[in-house]
């Protein structure tokens, strides 16, 4: 199983907003709506931001959005705030049974 | 408040055998909405995936490193144990523990992680 595909980094002003993207195939993010979001800290534990493709847990700021087209899911920070610096990883299940992350993208704040 | 801790040995030898337990509160494993997860992440790379056991003791395994691995769970000790044969340096990393909901489809609650050294 092949991690999914996010850009290494991608960066923005306060106040901007942001796209993550995190490609897959129909195996993964295109076969069904279970992909989750993380963001992570140096040193931390991921943290759940979105799951199955656009909900957010409760306490997660509505900032972050999350969506799907065919087999690339995106996740959408707008507002960008300074906090919002670190790396994000998305997730999918598979077909195999199995799980998936992405490569993960580190996000800079100017 | 759901909690989950990982323990085990810091440093391994070359194809030694790797013993992680993951010890959860706040939920049980017999509650059929959840499960526990093991996932790795080596020094500045991405996270991976690496077995998962649910309430009703199924039990899954990464495709690429299945043929290492072993996932068990003790439900009244509130415990999770993962064994991986073979240890080799490259799989040096942090691993982390994490509950599987149903309600949320994903891994919503992490350990803090235990980071693992394979050296000679």
């Known amino acids: 199983q092949s991690a999914l595909t996010q850009p290494a980094s991608v960066s923005g002003s306060p106040g901007q907003s942001i796209t993550l993207s995190c490609t897959g195939t129909s195996s993964d993010v295109g076969a069904y709506d279970y992909v989750s979001w993380f963001q992570e800290y140096p040193g931390k534990a991921p943290k759940l931001m979105v799951y199955d493709v656009s909900h957010r847990p409760s306490g997660v700021s509505n900032r972050f959005s999350g969506s799907k087209s065919g087999n690339t899911a995106s996740l959408t920070i707008s507002g960008l705030q300074a906090e919002d610096e670190a790396d994000y990883y998305c997730?999918?299940?598979?077909?195999?049974?199995?799980?998936?992350f992405g490569t993960g993208t580190k996000v800079t704040v100017l | 408040q759901v909690t989950l801790k990982e323990s085990g040995p810091v440093l391994v030898k070359p194809t030694e055998t790797l013993t992680l337990t993951c010890t959860v509160s706040?939920?049980?494993?017999?509650?059929?909405?959840?499960?526990v997860s093991w996932i790795r992440q080596p020094p500045g790379k991405a996270l991976e995936w690496l077995a998962q056991?649910?309430?009703?003791?199924?039990?899954s395994y990464s495709t690429s490193l299945k043929s290492r691995l072993t996932i068990s769970k003790d439900t009244s000790k509130s415990q999770v144990v993962l064994t991986m044969t073979n240890m080799d340096p490259v799989d040096t990393a942090t691993y982390y523990c994490?509950?599987?909901?149903?309600?949320?489809?994903?891994?919503?609650?992490w350990g803090q992680g235990t980071m693992v050294s394979v050296s000679s």
């Open positions: 706040g939920f049980s494993l017999s509650n059929n909405r959840m499960g």
């Open positions: 056991i649910f309430s009703n003791d199924e039990k």
């Open positions: 994490a509950r599987y909901s149903s309600m949320h489809d994903a891994f919503d609650i």
């Open positions: 997730s999918s299940y598979t077909r195999s049974s199995t799980y998936v």
